[in-house]
């Protein structure tokens, strides 16, 4: 059975848009802890969760395209500069639906987007760390049928095995170093 392009690129996003729902996730946990509505926990689970997916499925895509190297920071960060402060934006704005009809932004749009901006670099460090755990797995397993999977399972495992000779040159370099100072 021949899959639609489409369907193909929907496939490879789950790990991404996976990580990027989990926000939402969390985000109408958080509601619920602070003793606010069933009804906004929902609407704040699902005014993070559906953009941040959205983010996040793009940014394994770019991976896929080689757009964003895998396991390098910056690229994330700069991606989440936009990516968290939008997906804040969307949330503001379904609450404060949920709760008054008003559109519920701040008056101040653009300091609420700076702040935001702020936080992003911290979230892109927990976003690129659980996509280098819950990608590749997924990536393996789908390959075979996946020309863009099979590419990003590829530069993941040459990124592993880069991590792993580094690892074992600094090991080598410590026993060497240790060896020395005992020998000395």
């Not at 396991?71 to 503001?92: D, K, M, N, T």
């Not at 690129?128 to 819950?134: A, D, M, T, V």
């Amino acid at each position: 059975m021949k899959r639609s392009r489409l369907a193909g690129l929907g496939e490879l996003m789950l790990p991404g848009a996976g990580v990027g729902a989990m926000a939402g996730v969390f985000a109408g946990l958080a509601t619920l802890v602070v003793g606010l509505s069933p009804g906004l926990a929902l609407v704040n689970a699902l005014g993070l969760g559906i953009p941040m997916a959205l983010f996040g499925g793009t940014y394994t895509i770019l991976c896929a395209q080689g757009i964003a190297r895998v396991g390098v920071y910056a690229p994330c960060a700069l991606f989440w500069l936009v990516g968290y402060p939008v997906s804040r934006i969307v949330q503001e704005t379904s609450a404060g639906v949920y709760l008054d009809g008003s559109l519920g932004l701040s008056t101040d749009l653009v300091a609420f987007y700076l702040y935001n901006a702020l936080l992003a670099p911290g979230l892109a460090f927990g976003f690129i760390w659980l996509h280098e755990r819950l990608a590749p797995p997924w990536l393996l397993r789908i390959r075979d049928h996946n020309r863009l999977a099979a590419g990003l399972a590829a530069a993941y495992l040459t990124y592993a095995q880069r991590v792993f000779e580094q690892k074992q040159r600094r090991a080598a370099m410590r026993a060497h170093k240790k060896q020395r100072a005992v020998g000395a």
